[in-house]
């Protein structure tokens, strides 16, 4: 109840919005300089405090979590484009190891214009039509010598 007299005494005096003008020009230097803080790591004691002040007196507490959430998600997209890329990058290795396995151990020639990129099930198809062709298949276990 002391609270609400209080601030409606300073409106009735006609100094709540000289207040709240001092308040935001305050607010704004505050945030000003702790956003160039931010860039000088550690996080210092007193900014982790003015920051947890923050979020508690505004309640700003769902949007970090909306920040976190967001985060996470890009993190889990990237870290599955990663596991993609690698087995791709494993599947592209095979593939070039057994051409390299055919060509020195059987003598197998593959010849085969490349445009642009080749992807790996494509090759795989090369790979299997090439030893269809040559009558290898049969043979993929005794090398030529």
Known sequence: ???LT????????????????????????????????LHQP??????AIILNNIVQSFGLLDLVKKV???HKSQMDRSREQYTRDLAAMSAFHSAVHIIIHLILHWGISLSMEW???????????YIYTTLWNNNVMSIVNEPKN
């Open 1 to 3: 109840d002391d609270t």
């Open 6 to 37: 209080f601030w409606r005494g300073l409106k009735e005096a006609g100094l709540l919005e000289d207040v709240m003008q001092e308040f935001q020009q305050e607010m704004q230097g505050t945030l000003k300089g702790l956003q160039q803080r």
């Open 42 to 47: 550690p996080l210092q004691v007193g900014d």
């Open 68 to 70: 976190l959430a967001s």
């Open 115 to 125: 445009h642009g990129q080749l992807s790996v099930y494509s090759l795989h198809i």
